[in-house]
């Protein structure tokens, strides 16, 4: 570029509801940032001429055409909570038009929500980064603040799995309830440094015990609480991807099943006032190894909770997918657009439940929160619940990858390779990999779901056999037959005790 040339002229519009427009654009003004703005458009058609002293261009129906008719290069989005649901249309038609868009809250929505947290709530492909919620047209549910600090605040908080999505998430959010101590369990050297390297930068008034621990070492796992003596115990810590857990099913059951069984154990014997096992909505009906260890796991720490005596209260929280997380679909996308190779989704009618990592994590603490206190926040001494989050809708994969696509500022296509057109990215479809569902529930179709006392939590209103003797057999066969060089085996031994598993294990060969 020569001297003498210059970089386009920056022209600006604000999108949004009128009120939060208005607002914005004051703002902007206050501190000198409003220059470039030439327009708003607005989300419902106005007959006013200008707010706040600028013109109005259009309505969000117009809004390709008023782009380039006006030479727009960026776009600033406002919407308050009631109207989020329009995000995904404002911003595919920011897309088409080539213009960079930006999402700013109204201020007062901004002073009333919860802590600001730094998980992946957003992922990136080169630019621009795309929100995710707003990916699912999903609005999270808020959280009840003062009854979550009741059982945080100046609490010693200790989290399994610290370093995963969901762990390090529930490191963050736990830390702005002003624990006394958080103990961040880890067996991944590299996640444990990296979560507990966040901790001392965001929260250095905390105190932090960094162990790099496998839960799986039971008597280990003793001997930590007995020496930390949590007051609150997270369980994050699984094995959870399906394909890698039906290769190995022994895996899962050591990992799943013994390592709940280890921490729940050492958080009762210590006296932990809660324990909260993060569970799937593949434990139901499960048909895969991941979702048979998950339900296994649930009903050992069901059956803790019946035992006479047992102060602390145990509570499962059950959802879906969690967007954004390592090595779930979003990152891999981003990858494969980034390294200019097509999109793969198994099968075209395959859905899934979905919800971001920070609203999964807010809505954990809730549910651990409301152990033992019923389902209308009566204390009632009872525990043992399986708490089942509002995952919303279930999303169609083949249409989220179109939406994504679209979002990082490509046109999907099908049958086409890539390259063959431009600025399109192809989807090619790879069928389903082994245990997989092509749609996953979140309870079972003959029992029920309890409302609580949270609009985003329902109680799963089920009855199943977790007796003493019951679960001392299923806990015999599993740690015999977890040593075992055959498949078949392991399949056969978690059918014994999950009947949906049955169909499974008759169609597997000895290996």
Request: glycine share 6%; net charge negative.
């Given at each position: 570029?020569?001297?003498?040339?210059?970089?386009?002229?920056?022209?600006?519009?604000?999108?949004?509801?009128?009120?939060?427009?208005?607002?914005?654009?004051?703002?902007?003004?206050?501190?000198?940032?409003?220059?470039?703005?030439?327009?708003?458009?607005?989300?419902?058609?106005?007959?006013?001429?200008?707010?706040?002293?600028?013109?109005?261009?259009?309505?969000?129906?117009?809004?390709?055409?008023?782009?380039?008719?006006?030479?727009?290069?960026?776009?600033?989005?406002?919407?308050?909570?009631?109207?989020?649901?329009?995000?995904?249309?404002?911003?595919?038609?920011?897309?088409?038009?080539?213009?960079?868009?930006?999402?700013?809250?109204?201020?007062?929505?901004?002073?009333?929500?919860?802590?600001?947290?730094t998980a992946p709530s957003s992922v990136s492909i080169g630019t621009p980064r795309?929100?995710?919620?707003?990916?699912?047209?999903?609005?999270?549910?808020?959280?009840?603040?003062?009854?979550?600090?009741?059982?945080?605040?100046?609490?010693?908080?200790?989290?399994?799995?610290?370093?995963?999505?969901?762990?390090?998430?529930?490191?963050?959010?736990?830390?702005?309830?002003?624990?006394?101590?958080?103990?961040?369990?880890?067996?991944?050297?590299?996640?444990?440094?990296?979560?507990?390297?966040?901790?001392?930068?965001?929260?250095?008034?905390?105190?932090?015990?960094?162990?790099?621990?496998?839960?799986?070492?039971?008597?280990?796992?003793?001997?930590?609480?007995?020496?930390?003596?949590?007051?609150?115990?997270?369980?994050?810590?699984?094995?959870?991807?399906?394909?890698?857990?039906?290769?190995?099913?022994?895996?899962?059951?050591?990992?799943?099943?013994?390592?709940?069984?280890?921490?729940?154990?050492?958080?009762?014997?210590?006296?932990?006032?809660?324990?909260?096992?993060?569970?799937?909505?593949?434990?139901?009906?499960?048909?895969?190894?991941?979702?048979?260890?998950?339900?296994?796991?649930?009903?050992?720490?069901?059956?803790?909770?019946?035992?006479?005596?047992?102060?602390?209260?145990?509570?499962?929280?059950?959802?879906?997918?969690?967007?954004?997380?390592?090595?779930?679909?979003?990152?891999?996308?981003?990858?494969?657009?980034?390294?200019?190779?097509?999109?793969?989704?198994?099968?075209?009618?395959?859905?899934?439940?979905?919800?971001?990592?920070?609203?999964?994590?807010?809505?954990?603490?809730?549910?651990?929160?409301?152990?033992?206190?019923?389902?209308?926040?009566?204390?009632?001494?009872?525990?043992?619940?399986?708490?089942?989050?509002?995952?919303?809708?279930?999303?169609?994969?083949?249409?989220?990858?179109?939406?994504?696509?679209?979002?990082?500022?490509?046109?999907?296509?099908?049958?086409?390779?890539?390259?063959?057109?431009?600025?399109?990215?192809?989807?090619?479809?790879?069928?389903?990999?082994?245990?997989?569902?092509?749609?996953?529930?979140?309870?079972?179709?003959?029992?029920?779901?309890?409302?609580?006392?949270?609009?985003?939590?329902?109680?799963?209103?089920?009855?199943?056999?977790?007796?003493?003797?019951?679960?001392?057999?299923?806990?015999?066969?599993?740690?015999?037959?977890?040593?075992?060089?055959?498949?078949?085996?392991?399949?056969?031994?978690?059918?014994?005790?999950?009947?949906?598993?049955?169909?499974?294990?008759?169609?597997?060969?000895?290996?």
């Amino acid at each position: 570029m020569s001297s003498t040339e210059t970089q386009p002229e920056s022209r600006a519009l604000v999108v949004g509801s009128a009120s939060a427009c208005d607002r914005l654009i004051r703002q902007l003004r206050a501190i000198d940032e409003a220059s470039a703005i030439v327009g708003v458009v607005t989300t419902e058609p106005t007959e006013t001429m200008s707010i706040a002293d600028t013109p109005v261009l259009g309505s969000i129906e117009e809004l390709v055409a008023i782009c380039a008719s006006n030479t727009i290069t960026s776009a600033i989005v406002t919407l308050p909570a009631s109207e989020r649901a329009l995000w995904r249309t404002i911003s595919v038609s920011l897309h088409r038009a080539g213009v960079i868009e930006r999402f700013v809250p109204p201020m007062e929505e901004l002073l009333h929500s919860a802590p600001t947290v730094t998980a992946p709530s957003s992922v990136s492909i080169g630019t621009p980064r795309i929100d995710l919620a707003k990916l699912v047209g999903r609005e999270p549910h808020e959280i009840d603040r003062e009854l979550v600090s009741g059982s945080l605040n100046r609490k010693t908080v200790l989290i399994t799995g610290a370093g995963g999505s969901i762990g390090s998430e529930l490191v963050r959010q736990v830390a702005s309830y002003h624990p006394s101590r958080i103990v961040l369990m880890e067996r991944a050297e590299n996640a444990l440094f990296e979560v507990d390297r966040q901790l001392r930068e965001s929260y250095p008034e905390i105190e932090r015990v960094a162990v790099l621990h496998d839960v799986v070492d039971a008597s280990r796992t003793l001997g930590l609480l007995e020496r930390y003596q949590p007051d609150v115990v997270f369980h994050a810590a699984a094995h959870k991807h399906v394909p890698l857990m039906e290769d190995h099913p022994s895996h899962a059951v050591t990992n799943n099943l013994f390592g709940t069984k280890a921490i729940a154990d050492a958080a009762v014997t210590v006296g932990a006032e809660r324990f909260v096992l993060i569970s799937s909505d593949k434990a139901v009906n499960p048909v895969n190894v991941m979702g048979a260890t998950k339900r296994l796991a649930e009903m050992y720490t069901q059956s803790l909770a019946t035992m006479p005596g047992i102060q602390t209260r145990l509570s499962m929280v059950r959802f879906g997918n969690v967007l954004g997380s390592a090595c779930s679909v979003l990152p891999i996308w981003a990858d494969q657009i980034a390294a200019g190779r097509p999109v793969t989704v198994t099968d075209e009618r395959m859905t899934r439940y979905f919800m971001t990592i920070p609203e999964a994590a807010t809505l954990v603490m809730q549910a651990g929160a409301m152990s033992g206190h019923g389902f209308g926040g009566i204390e009632v001494g009872h525990s043992g619940e399986v708490f089942v989050l509002d995952m919303g809708e279930p999303i169609e994969i083949f249409q989220l990858a179109k939406r994504f696509i679209r979002a990082c500022g490509y046109e999907p296509t099908i049958g086409h390779p890539m390259g063959t057109k431009p600025n399109t990215v192809p989807i090619v479809l790879t069928g389903a990999r082994p245990g997989e569902k092509l749609y996953e529930e979140l309870s079972y179709d003959a029992q029920g779901l309890m409302t609580t006392s949270h609009p985003g939590i329902y109680a799963l209103d089920e009855e199943t056999d977790v007796s003493e003797t019951r679960i001392a057999e299923m806990v015999s066969a599993m740690d015999e037959v977890r040593r075992s060089q055959s498949r078949k085996s392991v399949l056969e031994q978690i059918a014994r005790f999950i009947p949906t598993m049955d169909a499974k294990t008759r169609s597997v060969s000895a290996a």
